[in-house]
């Protein structure tokens, strides 16, 4: 058929598939962007649970380090306290 002979109803036809050919590649492509959003989002939640117990993790583990800062540096200082008595003690 050459495009002399087409009638406006097959050039309506032919416009009609066409824009129905873009709408659905349009809504196709909005459906893999929601679906991938909605899977990141999914992720998203577990790796901020994941991060909430690394965070309280963290804060244990400086609190410990704390403590033992403490208790080593209160074990030098009765270390030195006792290299001092024994000086005093060796010297009488």
């Known amino acids: 058929m050459s495009e002399e002979n087409r009638t406006?109803?097959?050039e309506l036809q032919e416009a009609m598939w066409l824009w129905?050919?873009?709408?659905?590649?349009?809504?196709?492509?909005l459906?893999?962007?929601y679906f991938a959003a909605w899977y990141q989002a999914k992720d998203y939640t577990e790796i901020k649970v994941g991060l909430g117990?690394?965070?309280?993790t963290i804060v244990d583990?400086?609190?410990e380090r704390e403590t033992l800062s403490t208790r080593i540096a209160r074990e030098l200082?009765?270390?030195e306290?006792?290299?001092k008595e024994l000086r005093a003690l060796k010297s009488k």
């Open 8 to 10: 406006a109803e097959q």
């Open 20 to 29: 129905m050919q873009r709408l659905v590649l349009a809504l196709a492509l």
């Open 31 to 33: 459906g893999a962007g």
């Open 53 to 56: 117990e690394a965070n309280d």
């Open 61 to 63: 583990l400086k609190n």
């Open 77 to 79: 200082r009765d270390k």
């Open 81 to 83: 306290v006792c290299r």
